[in-house]
C-alpha cells in the first residue's frame, strides 16, 4: 500500500512540473524520473507521462484562449506536421527495449542539464520578432521534426518548440508559448493514444500526476514568465543531475568503487 505522503508529493511534482511546462519547457525532466522511481518501467513512465501533458495543456490552452494569445487558423499549419512526426516517434518509442529506453532518457537528461545550464531562453529571447504565416516546406520539416522528438519522449521538447518558433516562425515569445502549449496539445492524444494501445499507459498515476500538472499550468498562465525563473532553473540542474546519474548506472559505479 502507497503512503498517503507519497500522493502529495507526486501531486506537489505535478504542480512544478506543469508551472514550467508552460511557461518554458522540461517538466518531464522531473515527473520521468518521478514515475520510475514509483516503480514504472520506462516505457511505461514515458506514456504514464503523457496523461499529465494531455491535461495539462488542456488548462493551458483555455487559459491562452481566454488572454487572445492564440490564432487557431494559423498556429493549425504548425500542429499539423507537428502531430504526423508524433505519430512516428510514438511508435518507434513502444518498440523499444526497457533498457535502452532507460539509458536513452539517462542520456537525454544528462544532455539536458548542459542545455539548461547555458541558458538557451536567453539566446532565443534576444531572437524573438513578431512575424507569423502558413508554413513554407522547412517549417513543415522543423515541426515534423519535433513532433518527432515529442510522439518519442515528452522531455525537453518546449525547448526546441519555442526555437522553433521564435526561429523558425519569427513568433515573439509570449506567442511562441502559447502556440507550443497548443502545438502539444493537438499532438500528445495521438501519442497517448498509441501508447495505450501498447499497454504502457498507467491512468492512475498518471491522473494522479495530471492533478498537479493542470495545476501548475493554471497558475503558470496568470503569472509572468520571468518570476522564479531562477529558483526553477537551479531545481532543474539539481533533479537532472542526480536521476541522468542514476539512470545511466553511474550510482553503482561509484558504489563499487568506493566500497
Known sequence: ????????????VGVFAGYINTLAGSGSL???PLLMFLGLPPNVANGTNRVAI???????VASFT???KLDFKLDIWLAIPAIFGAILGAVIAVDINVMIMKQVIGALLLIMFFVILFKPEVWVKEQAGTIHSKPGPLKVII???????????????????????VMGAGLDLVRANAVKVFIVLCYTPVAL??????????????????????TGAFLATKMAVRKGS????????????LASVHLLGFTGILLKLTN
Do not use: C, H, P
Open 66 to 68: 481566454r488572454q487572445k
Open 193 to 214: 493514444f498509441i501508447f495505450y494501445m501498447n499497454d504502457q499507459v498507467d491512468f492512475f498515476w498518471g491522473l494522479i500526476l495530471a492533478l498537479g500538472n493542470m
Open 230 to 241: 531562477s529558483f526553477v532553473r537551479y531545481v532543474l540542474l539539481l533533479i537532472i543531475f
Open 1 to 12: 500500500m502507497t503512503e498517503w505522503y507519497i500522493y502529495l508529493a507526486v501531486v506537489g
Open 143 to 165: 515541426f515534423f521534426a519535433i513532433g518527432l522528438y515529442g510522439g518519442f519522449i515528452q522531455a525537453g521538447v518546449g525547448f526546441f518548440l519555442l526555437t522553433g518558433l
Open 54 to 60: 494531455l491535461l495539462q495543456n488542456v488548462i493551458g
Open 30 to 32: 522531473l515527473t520521468l
